[in-house]
């Protein structure tokens, strides 16, 4: 069955680099979309950015030049890379599979991440 | 960037009782909207998709409607289950924003 997964650190210090990974079963990166969203503590959804199935990449421009995104196709792992990391960063990341056209169908269970001075 | 403008922020109702959940866009997105439900401590669910299309294994008094700019989620009869948060979302163009969210209540 269709699976996705969020590993990385649960604290990060100020202005560090943030490291995310999203392993994924049941279906393949070269056929599906993933994508990344955050969601601050009591607040919000927000859209960070995509890795496409041919491997292009799309990011939210509220992250500049901040944000990057990769994959590994043999692992069936996608990356997220932020740097210059603030507290309003602190968030639960979540990656989640793209179904049709731009809608989300599974969720991985996210990380929770607190951005630490 | 589209806008997604979502009403009411919260709304308090009873087991049984008939909701509807109202989300604006700033430009037509042409039916390219989502709805999730998401639970304290859990990750968003997709429950409608291209506005009014229910996604697989979503119960049948959870519908979508609307086109253009103006979008609704209506949820008949409501069940305990049903108590928690909502969100519609752009899925016509990036960024994919999401609405502010409805959280819904029992009274």
């Known amino acids: 069955q269709v699976q996705l997964k969020e590993t990385g650190p649960d604290l990060v210090q100020l202005t560090q680099t943030l490291s995310i990974t999203c392993t994924v079963s049941?279906?393949?990166?070269?056929?599906?979309?993933v994508h990344w969203v955050r969601q601050p503590p009591g607040k919000g959804l927000e859209w960070m950015g995509a890795?496409?199935?041919?491997?292009?990449?799309d990011y939210n421009s509220a992250f500049k030049s901040r944000l990057s995104i990769s994959r590994d196709t043999s692992k069936s792992q996608v990356f997220l890379k932020m740097n210059s990391l603030q507290t309003d960063d602190t968030a639960k990341y979540f990656c989640?599979?793209?179904?049709?056209?731009?809608?989300?169908?599974?969720w991985g269970q996210g990380v929770m991440v607190t951005v630490s001075s | 960037d589209i806008q997604m403008t979502q009403s009411p922020a919260s709304l308090s109702a009873s087991l049984g009782e008939t909701v509807t959940i109202e989300c604006l866009a700033s430009e037509d997105i042409y039916d390219i909207l989502a709805w999730y439900q998401q639970k304290p401590g859990k990750s968003p669910q997709l429950l409608i998709y291209?506005?009014?299309s229910l996604h697989t294994g979503v119960p049948s008094r959870f519908s979508g409607s609307g086109s253009g700019t103006q979008y609704s989620l209506k949820i008949n009869s409501l069940q305990p289950e049903d108590f928690a948060s909502y969100y519609c979302q752009n899925g016509l163009s990036a960024p994919l924003t999401f609405g502010s969210g409805t959280k819904l209540e029992i009274k």
């Open positions: 890795m496409w199935n041919g491997g292009g990449t």
């Open positions: 291209d506005a009014s």
């Open positions: 049941g279906f393949s990166l070269t056929t599906y979309n």
């Open positions: 989640a599979r793209q179904g049709t056209e731009g809608t989300f169908d599974y």
